[in-house]
């Protein structure tokens, strides 16, 4: 699996950043980061296309 890392701020290295990888799922910024794991991760997305979840 290729790492896959989308950042709230392409332009810096300091914001939030989603970054799924083979071991896990990793959301945060510097030592800010919470790791799911692939099946938690992938239920937060069902939530989301669920709409459980949505902008405020």
């Known amino acids: 699996m290729d790492t896959i890392k989308v950042t709230l701020c ?3 290295g300091g914001c939030p950043s ?17 790791r799911l794991t692939h099946a938690e991760w992938n239920d937060l997305v069902a939530r989301v296309k669920r709409g459980e979840l949505h902008e405020v």
Not at 18 to 34: C, F, K, L, M, S
């Open 18 to 34: 989603v970054e799924i990888a083979e071991d896990g799922v990793a959301i945060g910024e510097d030592r800010n980061i919470v």
């Open 10 to 12: 392409p332009a810096c």
